[in-house]
């Protein structure tokens, strides 16, 4: 059992920046691979990034060159660095945690609550 808290969402201007946190809870979190989706208004969810227990990342074409994301294990933290925010970033983020061993713990796959990210002038 996993349980995740983003946190950092808010209003922003075109051309800003966010930082949103998740903090992961109840499990070892070296053993998932985390991730962040959005979901805008009518549109289906969809990856934005993930970060794998070894480090490696991989991003939507749609966010490369602007997001980062980052874990620290020690912290049982994973972040997300948005810079050069556009309009068509507006969504609800939301922290996932899936099982590195997805084969084999296909149950073991948890969502945060989200958070807004609204960028507007």
């Known amino acids: 059992q996993v349980q995740l808290v983003e946190s950092g969402g808010g209003l922003v201007q075109p051309g800003g920046s966010l930082r949103l946190s998740c903090a992961a809870s109840?499990?070892?979190?070296?053993?998932?691979?985390m991730g962040w989706y959005r979901q805008a208004p009518g549109k289906q969810r969809e990856l934005v990034a993930s970060?794998?227990?070894?480090?490696?990342?991989n991003y939507a074409d749609s966010v490369k060159g602007r997001f980062t994301i980052s874990r620290d294990n020690a912290k049982n933290t994973v972040v997300l660095q948005m810079n050069s925010l556009k309009p068509e970033d507006t969504a609800v983020y939301y922290c996932?945690?899936?099982?590195?061993?997805?084969?084999?713990?296909?149950?073991?796959?948890?969502w945060g609550q989200g958070t807004q990210v609204t960028v507007s002038s």
């Open positions: 996932n945690a899936e099982h590195i061993l997805r084969t084999l713990r296909p149950s073991a796959n948890y």
């Open positions: 109840g499990s070892i979190f070296s053993m998932y691979t």
């Open positions: 970060v794998t227990s070894g480090g490696s990342t």
